[in-house]
C-alpha cells in the first residue's frame, strides 16, 4: 500500500514537472516548430530560378528580383493540377487562365523577357511529384545549381526533397519569399499560419516515412504511397 501510494506520488510529482516545463517553455518549443520549417540559403550565381507551384503573388514577385538582380537567367515554373470544374468550363468554351499562365502573365508584367521564362506543361500535385517532373526535365541539361523560390515555411521539406531527388549533381539553393507573411514566432496565434504548420509537420512525417522505407527495403523496392501533400 505505501509502495503503490509512493508511486502514486511519485507519477504525480513527474506529471507537474512537465506539465510545469511545458508551460514554461511553450513559447520557446512553438518558436522553434515554426522557424525549423524556414530554410534559407545565401544567394549564388544559379543556373536557373525554379519557382514551385501556388501562392503565384508571394513567389512569381521575388523570383523576379533575383533574375533582376543578375542570380539566374531564366526562370522555370512548374504546373499544378487544374482547379475543380475548370476542365467543366473548358468543355463549355469558357477559357480562364491557369495557375502557370497567371504566374507567366505575372513575370512579363515584371519586366521578365518571355524567352526568359520556361515552363513545364507536365501537372504535379504535389511537392515530390514536382521534384520528380524538375528532375526528368533537367536530365541531359547543363544546370549545376537552381534557386528554390517557395513559401517560408515550405523550404525545409522542399529543400529535402528536392536535394534527395536531385542528388549530388545539382546544387539547391533555398529562397523563401521575403513578403511572406508567415511569422514563426507567432505562427500559433494566426489561424492560417497555424493551419500551414500542421500541415507541413504532416507531410514532412511522410517523407521521413518513405526516406525510412527506402533505408529498409532499399530503393529498387516500391516505397509506400506517399499521402498527397502540396
Do not use: C
Amino acid at each position: 500500500m505505501i509502495r503503490l501510494l509512493w508511486r502514486t506520488v511519485r507519477a504525480l510529482v513527474v506529471l507537474l514537472v512537465l506539465g510545469v516545463g511545458v508551460y514554461l517553455g511553450g513559447p520557446y518549443l512553438l518558436d522553434s516548430a515554426g522557424r525549423y520549417l524556414i530554410t534559407q540559403d545565401p544567394l549564388v550565381k544559379a543556373d536557373m530560378v525554379l519557382v514551385l507551384s501556388g501562392q503565384p503573388f508571394l513567389r512569381i514577385p521575388e523570383a523576379a528580383r533575383i533574375y533582376h538582380e543578375g542570380m539566374a537567367p531564366r526562370i522555370l515554373l512548374t504546373n499544378e493540377p487544374r482547379p475543380r470544374g475548370q476542365e467543366e468550363l473548358l468543355r463549355l468554351g469558357i477559357r480562364y487562365p491557369d495557375s502557370q499562365e497567371l504566374s507567366r502573365h505575372l513575370l512579363e508584367a515584371l519586366r521578365v523577357p518571355r524567352d526568359a521564362i520556361v515552363t513545364i506543361p507536365e501537372r504535379a500535385d504535389s511537392t515530390r511529384a514536382e521534384m520528380q517532373v524538375v528532375s526528368r526535365f533537367l536530365a541531359g541539361r547543363s544546370v549545376r545549381t537552381i534557386i528554390i523560390v517557395t513559401s517560408k515555411a515550405h523550404t525545409t521539406r522542399a529543400h529535402k526533397i528536392f536535394t534527395a531527388g536531385l542528388g549530388p549533381q545539382v546544387r539547391v539553393v533555398m529562397r523563401p519569399v521575403s513578403a511572406d507573411p508567415f511569422d514563426p514566432g507567432r505562427w500559433w496565434q494566426d489561424r492560417a499560419d497555424s493551419k500551414q504548420v500542421l500541415w507541413e509537420y504532416q507531410a514532412l512525417a511522410d517523407f521521413w516515412r518513405i526516406r525510412f522505407w527506402g533505408l529498409i527495403v532499399g530503393e529498387a523496392t516500391t516505397v509506400p504511397p506517399a499521402v498527397t501533400v502540396r
